[in-house]
């Protein structure tokens, strides 16, 4: 398998590196653990898709090949025992909107066109309906309640992180399914850490106001330049709308250091294909 740089964990096996043929895959042992769910995050590894977005691209708005980000689909799903007519895809614009998905939902964004826009955030308690979200450097979270038997999965760039995308998700969650905080797993997933995100005085300042005094926020290379630290904030965040801080994954891995296996925009300069997270309820209990 690919030899990942990681960065520092936080103890134990944070996330898991899978093969399934040509095809690679990161799962987390925490979601894998509630005995509920089905997920897995991407590489670039596995796929048909050529040039820049080589090889398991799963956005159909890069320029790529329709033919082939289906056939990736059908690549993909396979490995999560799904078909791509049970995806349902968000359609994001970094906002905090989330739809609660239905089985009437299933296709929508893959096989057939979306009736919803401007939606970052995915829940349901239905089996089956697999939720889907993208990524380039970006930060995917995933929620499982095991006690309501209810997910979520939501895309969190710094405008989501800052809106606290997180405690949206949370808070839907409670509404919707009764879900307490205090029962959720959730997990933090690949994305650029604090090390190659450098942000403007004005992205700083905005974090600075919400998480001041975390170390969220830290000076950068330069002058009017600093680090931003997506996978503390997310933490923080899940951590403050009621979720136990051991029931929290942080990734460990970085996408724009690890640009050949993850679709990073950053190191790419915009020229890439897109990641998918994706998270569905089994349809039985194991």
């Known amino acids: 398998m690919y030899r ?34 089905g997920h897995l995050f991407t590489t670039r590894l596995g796929g048909v898709s050529t040039g820049d977005c080589a090889a398991m691209n799963l956005s159909f708005t890069r320029g790529d090949d329709r033919e082939a980000v289906l056939e990736n689909y059908r690549r ?75 997910i979520g999965l939501a895309h969190s760039g710094w405008r989501g ?55 969220v926020v830290t000076p950068g290379r330069e002058p009017g330049k600093y680090q931003l630290d997506l996978w503390l904030a997310n933490k923080l965040i899940l951590m403050r709308a009621g979720i136990p801080e051991n029931q929290i994954s942080v990734t460990d891995i970085c996408t724009c250091h690890n640009p050949d296996y993850l679709f990073s925009h950053r190191a790419s300069h915009g020229r890439r294909g897109n990641l998918a997270a994706f998270l569905y309820i089994l349809n039985q209990e194991v």
């Not at 520092?8 to 509630?34: C, M, W």
């Open 76 to 150: 993909i799903c396979g490995v999560l025992g799904v078909l791509p007519q049970d995806v349902a895809a968000s359609v994001q614009t970094h906002t905090t909107n989330i739809r609660h998905v239905t089985a009437a939902d299933k296709g929508k964004g893959v096989v057939r066109p979306q009736d919803y826009q401007d939606i970052d955030g995915l829940i349901t308690d239905e089996p089956g309906v697999v939720l889907a979200c993208f990524f380039a450097d970006c930060v995917p979270l995933y929620f499982v309640d095991p006690v309501k038997r209810a």
């Open 4 to 37: 990942i740089i990681r960065n520092s964990a936080e103890g134990g096996e944070v996330l898991r590196q899978n093969a399934a043929d040509s095809i690679e895959y990161l799962t987390f042992p925490a979601l894998s653990g509630t005995g509920m769910v």
């Open 161 to 215: 992180t800052v809106d606290g995308m997180g405690a949206c998700m949370v808070k839907r969650m409670t509404e919707t399914f009764g879900s307490k905080p205090s029962d959720c797993i959730a997990a933090i997933g690949p994305s650029i850490c604090r090390d190659c995100y450098e942000v403007s005085e004005d992205v700083a300042s905005q974090f600075a106001v919400q998480f001041d005094g975390t170390q």
